[in-house]
Nanobody, 126 residues
Framework: DVRLVESGGGSVQAGGSLRLSCVAS????????MGWVRQAPGKSREGVAV???????VYANSFLGRFTISRDNAKATLYLEMNNLAPDDTEMYYC????????????????????WGQGTQVTVSS
C-alpha cells in the first residue's frame, strides 16, 4: 500500500523555521505530483504548494517567498522548508500525492489528491 509519512513538525516561536519531510514508499514516487496541504480543526483545507516530477513548483500566494517545496526523487522524499513562521501557520500539514502531472495550479487550488499522509503538527507561538 502507498505510504506517506510526514515528520519535522513541532513547536517554534514566531519568526522561526521548520523543515517538514515526507517519506514516500510503496509507489513510484517519481511519477507523482506531490503537494503539501494544511488544515486546522474547523477550518478548510488549504493547498500550500505542489511540485511535479521534474521539480516545477506552484505556491499559493500566501506562502510564496516564505515556504519552499522540494523533492528528492532518489530518496522518494518531499520537503517543505518553512521560514518566518507566524501563529497563523499553526496547522496540521499533510503530504499528498496524485499520479501524473500537477496540471499547473489545478492540483494546488483543488487540493485533491489520491494519497495522503497522516499529517504533522506545526505550532507557532508568539
Amino acid at each position: 500500500d502507498v505510504r506517506l509519512v510526514e515528520s519535522g513538525g513541532g513547536s517554534v516561536q514566531a519568526g522561526g523555521s521548520l523543515r517538514l519531510s515526507c517519506v514516500a514508499s510503496e509507489f513510484n514516487f517519481r511519477t507523482y505530483c506531490m503537494g503539501w496541504v494544511r488544515q486546522a480543526p474547523g477550518k478548510s483545507r488549504e493547498g500550500v504548494a505542489v511540485i511535479d516530477n521534474v521539480g516545477d513548483t506552484v505556491y499559493a500566494n500566501s506562502f510564496l517567498g516564505r515556504f519552499t517545496i522540494s523533492r528528492d526523487n532518489a530518496k522518494a522524499t518531499l520537503y517543505l522548508e518553512m521560514n518566518n513562521l507566524a501563529p497563523d501557520d499553526t496547522e496540521m500539514y499533510y503530504c499528498a500525492a496524485e499520479w501524473g502531472p500537477c496540471g499547473g495550479d489545478y492540483r494546488l487550488r483543488q487540493h485533491r489528491f489520491q494519497y495522503w499522509g497522516q499529517g504533522t503538527q506545526v505550532t507557532v507561538s508568539s
